[in-house]
């Protein structure tokens, strides 16, 4: 426990003044990590096989990265992030037919959902980051799924009795999940008004706030399903190790993963209608 504690402190320091930097500086920390954490998913969906060297399959995946981050780097809108999405499936996928049968198609579906999964949606951040409409403040939101997580977890341990997915994650209940969100709302509404008293006076942004950490909250929970889900699916305890007392990047960032492009569309579309 020490151990978590003391990694989660490190984090939490580390995520601050990546944010508070911006720019190039947090282009390249995301890039980074995006590298790891696909390392993790190609090794946990069974891409990679951990005794050989990387596979022609996972080095299009990498490459794919790369392209991926130099054009979000340039063009910086959101719309073009197709053209990454179809090199990436083009790439994969003619890698597959080249080099067929040593690869099944599950593992190239496997491949380009690697990519899309963490590496794309974690680059969002990048996006938020550099809003005109408050982006220095959004790019923080999408990690209100850590506040869900916990006030989930407390308040499943005090009022749980339905469970909410008994095969997938017995300890996880209904209880609980209404109480992240709930949670989630609370310190969002917190932070905003916070916000908005000491310096933007906009209460379209305190509106928005809002809906965003209760949307986030119900998404970063499916999130942190759907990457316990794979690790029940391929019989793995943790993703990685990279992070001690939490094991790997998905590990610590699988529900923040899932709620940054559901932040990015939310802030950009709710300030388009309000």
Known sequence: MKTRVISGIVIAIGLAAVLISGGYFLAGVLFAVSLVSYNELTKATGVHDSEKKYNPLEVCGYISIVVHYLQMIVLRDYRYYIFSLMFAFFLIMACYVLTFPRFTSTKAMSAFFSFVYAPVNMSFVFLLRIRPDYGWIFAWVPFIAWVSDTCAYFTGRAFGKHKLAP????????????????G???????????????????????????????????????????????????????????????????????????VIPCVYFLAAVLYRLL
């Open 167 to 182: 095969v997938l994650s017995p300890k996880k209940t209904i209880e609980g999940a209404v109480g992240g969100v709930l």
């Open 184 to 258: 989630s709302v609370i310190v969002g509404f917190i932070i905003g008004y916070v916000v908005y008293i000491q310096k933007i006076h906009d209460i379209k942004f305190l509106v928005v706030m809002i809906i965003i950490t209760f949307v986030g909250s119900i998404i970063g929970q499916l999130g942190d399903l759907l990457a316990s889900g794979i690790k029940r699916d391929h019989n793995i305890k943790d993703y990685g190790n990279v992070i001690p007392g939490h094991g790997g990047i998905m590990d610590r960032f699988d529900s923040v993963i899932f």
